[in-house]
């Protein structure tokens, strides 16, 4: 008797909650399906996709939870293959976020932390070839970054506590030819100007990203 009532008990329930669940379908003016939304007493719940007129394709799924992204986001190309991906949490990003090339190539990848980016940063060419590496904290540049040309050559580095620092570039020979002070994540200061010989060409001045000053 008692597993007769389990079992009714749980008819019961799944049907509660089969009734506040349906998925909705949208369609271009062509007839082609356009969305499939999951919804849960009138909210998003669940994946809701995205489908591309022309090929019928997905171009973006997400996961939804009371109307809200929570879980993965996938964007994708017209070819099919993956753009964009990232971890949601309540609305925020949340995790590890990636961008690709149409051919696959992973060209970028962020860690967040409810909402904002924290921790381990890289970004290649689309050779495969490392761009820049680095790291944030409380959403700043944060620690050693350094950055490559397409050859793997070092032309940039930088040091900054949460956005404060110095930037360095380098050219084709390694040889300085721009230091860059910042604050808070702006430009805020000198930006000297090197020549080939060493001596300073220009500096520029300036005060949260915008050019105060110029001396020759």
């Not at 996709?49 to 939870?65: A, C, F, H, R, W």
């Not at 000297?192 to 001396?215: A, C, M, N, Q, W």
């Amino acid at each position: 008797m008692k597993l007769y009532k389990k079992i009714i008990l749980f008819l019961i329930v799944s049907l509660v909650v089969t009734s506040c669940t349906k998925t909705v379908n949208e369609f271009y003016p062509s007839g082609r399906l356009k969305s499939q939304i999951q919804y849960r007493n009138g909210k998003e719940n669940g994946i809701s996709k995205y489908y591309n007129e022309s090929y019928g394709s997905v171009i973006l799924e997400t996961q939804m939870k009371n109307g809200k992204k929570d879980g993965f986001l996938k964007r994708y190309y017209f070819n099919g293959n993956l753009e964009y991906e990232a971890h949601y949490t309540n609305d925020q990003l949340d995790g590890i976020e990636r961008y690709y090339t149409k051919k696959g190539q992973m060209v970028m990848e962020t860690m967040y932390k409810k909402g904002i980016k924290e921790g381990p940063y890289h970004s290649w060419h689309e050779n495969g070839v490392q761009f820049n590496i680095g790291a944030y904290k409380n959403d700043l540049q944060n620690g050693k970054w350094e950055i490559y040309d397409e050859r793997g050559l070092l032309i940039g580095e930088a040091t900054f506590n949460e956005g404060t620092g110095e930037q360095l570039a380098f050219d084709q020979n390694g040889i300085l030819n721009r230091k860059t002070l910042y604050k808070d994540g702006l430009k805020d200061g000198e930006e000297t100007y090197y020549k080939p010989d060493g001596s300073i060409e220009k500096v520029l001045v300036f005060e949260k990203d915008r050019i105060i000053e110029e001396r020759k």
